[in-house]
């Protein structure tokens, strides 16, 4: 006849195991903390509260420009050798092309800091402007288009855009 004898659990089995616990936990948090310190911070603004102060203008401004009745158009067109074009168009409130834009652009990268690339376009004909665009990365991208002509008219446009 065979007994099997097991040894007693003690407070000092349970004392390592709970301080184990405590260190695997620990170890994993952090990780996490210096992954996300490391990672992109998320802001869309580094001085938001002025952002805030002046937003009646930003307001006024989106007013202006619905007045104009501009609209637009992107697209990005892939060439043969991998490279990529962008392509907008601006059309007032009668459909007819505007031909006498001076026309920017800003291409941010959504999810990292220090990609971002300004962009001037120029006038290809039929209230149509294009660049060419070489883009540190691929993925999704944000253009911000900016139409400007004189100084009182002013039509500012998102679009997101990916670039395989």
């Given at each position: 006849?065979?007994?099997?004898?097991?040894?007693?659990?003690?407070?000092?089995?349970?004392?390592?195991?709970?301080?184990?616990?405590?260190?695997?936990?620990?170890?994993?948090?952090?990780?996490?903390?210096?992954?996300?310190?490391?990672?992109?911070?998320?802001?869309?603004?580094?001085?938001?509260?002025?952002?805030?102060?002046?937003?009646?203008?930003?307001l006024?401004?989106?007013?202006?420009?619905?007045?104009?009745?501009?609209?637009?158009?992107?697209?990005?067109?892939?060439?043969?050798?991998?490279?990529?074009?962008?392509?907008?168009?601006?059309?007032?409130?009668?459909?007819?092309?505007?031909?006498?834009?001076?026309v920017?652009?800003?291409?941010?990268?959504?999810?990292?800091?220090?990609?971002?690339?300004?962009?001037e376009?120029?006038?290809?004909?039929?209230?149509?402007?294009?660049?060419?665009?070489?883009?540190?990365?691929?993925?999704?991208?944000?253009?911000?288009?900016?139409?400007?002509?004189?100084?009182?008219?002013?039509?500012?446009?998102?679009?997101?855009?990916?670039?395989?």
């Amino acid at each position: 006849m065979t007994t099997d004898v097991q040894k007693p659990i003690t407070g000092w089995h349970v004392l390592s195991w709970l301080v184990a616990f405590f260190i695997v936990v620990g170890a994993v948090n952090a990780v996490y903390v210096f992954v996300a310190l490391d990672s992109w911070s998320g802001l869309e603004s580094d001085n938001a509260y002025n952002d805030g102060l002046e937003y009646n203008e930003v307001l006024a401004a989106r007013k202006a420009q619905t007045a104009l009745g501009w609209t637009s158009g992107l697209e990005t067109v892939r060439g043969a050798n991998g490279s990529y074009t962008l392509i907008a168009d601006f059309r007032d409130k009668y459909n007819q092309p505007l031909e006498t834009l001076g026309v920017t652009a800003e291409v941010k990268r959504p999810t990292h800091e220090g990609y971002d690339v300004p962009i001037e376009l120029t006038h290809i004909g039929q209230g149509r402007y294009q660049a060419s665009l070489d883009l540190p990365l691929k993925g999704m991208w944000d253009v911000y288009v900016r139409a400007e002509r004189g100084s009182s008219d002013l039509f500012v446009a998102k679009s997101r855009i990916m670039i395989e």
